[in-house]
């Protein structure tokens, strides 16, 4: 699969399952993140050409898609990753309390996201 058409699923898939939690439908969230996952170790499988096509979600338009994203580039892109995540944790509910989290066990060296 083309790497961008990888990247295009990874967000659509990340947006589905947040979609998917909030209608309290953890079945199909948990769906949405096998395929996400799917694609970004398809992406970092091919090592810093993936990483990198995955770093313009940082940028996305919503915000749980460039959490995700950040959460995964974490230790290939950790300043722009921190600052993705850090913004986001300013905010409620469920995208800012996962960028907590991940900050959270970043600093406590538990974080282990490094696929591929």
Not at 20 to 44: C, E, M, Q, T, W
Request: glycine share 6%.
């Amino acid at each position: 699969m083309e790497t961008k058409a990888l990247v295009e699923q990874f967000a659509h898939h990340v947006v589905a399952q947040n979609e998917a939690l909030f209608r309290d439908d953890p079945r199909a969230g948990n769906k949405h993140a096998r395929k996400y996952i799917a694609a970004v170790s398809k992406l970092f499988a091919s090592g810093d050409t993936g990483r990198e096509a995955l770093c313009v979600l940082l940028k996305h338009e919503r915000m749980d898609v460039r959490v995700m994203a950040a959460a995964f580039l974490l230790r290939y892109r950790t300043e722009e990753s921190k600052a993705v995540l850090e913004e986001a944790a300013k905010g409620t509910g469920l995208v800012p309390f996962g960028a907590q989290q991940t900050l959270r066990f970043w600093a406590e060296g538990t974080w282990s996201l490094d696929l591929g």
